[in-house]
């Protein structure tokens, strides 16, 4: 979280030409304006040192807006978000969790070596964004038996059917196929799709959020309180008049 604040009683002193609520008002726009450009400067520092940030990393943040009787404004995250972005390994460096795919497999696959991480394998289907796409995971998780619901999972009456189709397996302890999920296509050709590793993704601080977050604020609330308080004279003059 990235606050900005002013002392209401230092900064009414220097502007008792106006009324008070006018010159509360002006700082509260001016804080929360300034908040909005350095979320914009976080989200265009995403798209630099990220390839293809998705909408969830690039929404992980939002304005919190100052009022006149709270002059404080904050760049936070979203509670959608929760504790599970991995926007704050990207900050401060270090291992990242497992996620929500990882834990599920660790937890449902039959598998005997260490899973403490997965990563798309050259044969995988990737989105847009570089991640597995989802079609695809959905039919290797059915395929090894390691989805959340019992019932998604392929059965041998299935997979004998479909014989032609494409399939997905774990090799088996002692196989020569380097850990992970393997795809055999109706030819019989081997690629893999995912490697399973016992390590865990380890992130080096890149986004660099408070120091970029703080050069803005330094730029961009003066100016904003000029324009703000401009604002509130010509109300006040309106109200006068």
Do not use: C
Request: no cysteine.
């Amino acid at each position: 979280m990235f606050t900005l604040k002013l002392d209401p009683a230092a900064f009414g002193a220097a502007t008792l030409d106006l009324q008070s609520r006018g010159v509360q008002q002006a700082a509260a726009w001016a804080l929360t304006d300034t908040a909005q450009d350095v979320l914009e400067h976080v989200q265009a520092r995403m798209d630099v040192v990220f390839d293809k940030p998705t909408r969830f990393t690039k929404n992980a943040f939002m304005v919190w807006r100052a009022k006149p009787g709270d002059l404080e404004a904050s760049v936070i995250e979203r509670p959608s978000v929760g504790r599970r972005h991995y926007l704050k390994l990207q900050e401060t460096g270090g291992a990242r969790g497992q996620t929500g795919l990882e834990k599920l497999l660790d937890s449902r696959l039959a598998y005997a070596g260490a899973l403490r991480s997965v990563i798309p394998a050259s044969g995988a289907k990737l989105n847009a964004y570089g991640n597995w796409q989802v079609g695809e995971r959905n039919q290797a998780l059915s395929a090894v038996q390691a989805q959340r619901d019992a019932t998604a999972n392929t059965t041998e009456a299935a997979r004998k059917r479909n014989r032609k189709r494409a399939g997905f397996f774990v090799p088996r302890a002692g196989s020569k196929l380097s850990p992970g999920i393997w795809k055999r296509d109706g030819a019989g050709r081997l690629t893999k799709v995912v490697h399973f590793t016992a390590l865990a993704p380890h992130y080096d601080r890149r986004l660099g959020f408070f120091d970029g977050a703080e050069e803005v604020r330094a730029a961009r609330l003066p100016v904003h309180l000029k324009r703000t308080l401009a604002k509130a004279v010509e109300r006040a003059a309106r109200a006068g008049g």
